[in-house]
């Protein structure tokens, strides 16, 4: 029998075990962030997390936040950026079907998220990574990170590095990485405002009212049932359902068996427990979707489908190809490149070493090589004819990545067989509105329930950059604390 996610009637309540004004499931960057500004809004705040400690797959993360509109970071760095141009972006990028009214309350409230992020205690070294990669290698604190500098997107929006990482000391992901910089300072701050934390404590069910209102939730400790009551509100923040295998079935089936960026407390407790309070959900089917190659070997080869042809501008971001390769590709591509891109890839520095791996085949021709892959004849030698006719003039008339990166194919070449090289994690859930309030499906706001993060729909409906997991978790997290507050 699966465990039931109904809603408890407040009135067969007799005695609460713990209480707040706002009581918070999940200690992660929306958790935290929503802890901060309730109580900062005179609330007292209880956060409960499943897990033995507070963190979430944010303290575990590369820490990457979605900043801009001319930060203090952008602008000591040398680039324009304006809430407008970051607005045309996302709106572009993360799309289709993407909520305006949060793009356009992040986009222009983001100066003010930085501020108050380094006000909490949040440090950005002043210094920019502008080669292709996954992560920084050391501690800078500037990069693109969603194909800003990229086709299509440097056609739409003026190219802007949005991706602000904390500086950490001794990169050691998980104990010293940037995720962990970022959230130490919000918990320290967090503390420091006298949020209490309880944890080993699974929020399973909510508490509501005959009228629907959320007055708190049960939660399971060690067995036990804990009621926790919630005199102004309740706050989602448990994270995605990537570690839900039937939602992953019923919602985003590409992802089966291939989770990734996310934890296994991310089960979906959060949107099963509002969806059966009546909770509206958007965008279930989204992911981001991590390709496992190396940006700087990409960048200076060609990447082609099980046809042999180009589908992306190569030199665009790592997210980007890993959903293009599992959505539209059947999760087939291989990487092809000449002897002297690749040692010229080799001699660069990089965060991801380990997916510099030998390649799969190496022939003389390139008509060897499409033979040895099991290619059509003719498909890939027709694609290297093409860009090589193109790349001479310093140009890629049809997936337009950047001249820096053209050089036609020569000598000696290989291919790396990149099938199955995607994972992920899910964007989809509770639908709320620009105060992180959470929607019923008839469209109202549930009286008393809040969420944020992963747990909901956010500024992803369907495309993603790198940072707006942690953006979106800690901007709409505050707004949930702030509204939670409010009753
Ligand atoms: C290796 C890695 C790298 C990443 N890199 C980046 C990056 O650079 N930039 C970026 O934006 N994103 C990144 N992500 C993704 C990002 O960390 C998450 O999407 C983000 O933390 C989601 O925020 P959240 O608050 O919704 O969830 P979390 O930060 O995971 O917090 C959710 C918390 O809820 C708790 N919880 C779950 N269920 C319950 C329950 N029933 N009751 C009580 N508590 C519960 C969990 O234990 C957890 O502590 C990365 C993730 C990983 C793992």
Known sequence: ?????????????????????????????????????????????????????????????????????????????????????????????????????????????????????????????????????????????????????????????????????????????????????????????????????????????????????????????????????????VVLATGSFAYNAEMIEAYAPRLIGRPAAAIEEHDGAGILMAQAAGAALAHMDATEVAFFGDPQMMARGILVNGRGQRFIAEDTYGGRIGQAVLIQQDNAAYLVMDMDAHEEALGTETSTPYFRQPPTWAAETVAELESDMGLPAGTLTATVDAYNRHAADGADPVLHKKAQWLRPLSGPVAAWDMRGFTAGFTLGGLRTDVDSRVLHVDGAPIPGLFAAGRCTSGVCAGGYASGTSLGDGSFFGRRAGVSAASG
């Open 1 to 233: 029998m699966p465990e039931s996610r109904r809603p408890v009637a407040f009135a067969d309540i007799d005695t609460w075990d713990l209480e707040a004004d706002v009581v918070i499931a999940g200690h992660g960057i929306a958790g935290v962030s929503a802890a901060i500004e309730a109580a900062r809004a005179g609330a007292e705040v209880l956060i409960l997390d499943r897990a033995g400690g507070w963190g979430g797959a944010a303290a575990l993360s590369g820490g990457w936040i979605y900043l801009g509109g001319g930060t203090p970071l952008q602008r000591a760095l040398g680039f324009e950026d304006s809430a407008e141009n970051m607005e045309t972006f996302m709106t572009a990028a993360l799309g289709p079907g993407v909520d305006g009214g949060k793009i356009h309350a992040y986009a222009h409230g983001s100066l003010e998220h930085y501020d108050w992020l380094t006000g909490c205690g949040v440090v950005f070294k002043e210094e920019f990574w502008g080669e292709p990669g996954w992560e920084v290698p050391h501690d800078e604190g500037l990069g693109y990170s969603g194909g800003e500098n990229a086709s299509p997107f440097r056609e739409i929006a003026t190219p802007a590095p949005r991706g602000h990482i904390p500086q950490m000391t001794d990169k050691r992901t998980g104990v010293r990485g940037a995720g962990y910089m970022l959230m130490k300072p919000l918990v320290e701050t967090a503390e420091t405002l006298g949020v209490r934390a309880e944890y080993d404590t699974r929020a399973q069910r909510l508490v509501t009212a005959a009228d629907g209102t959320v007055e708190g939730l049960v939660a399971r400790r060690f067995g036990t049932d804990v009621r926790v009551r919630a005199r102004r509100g």
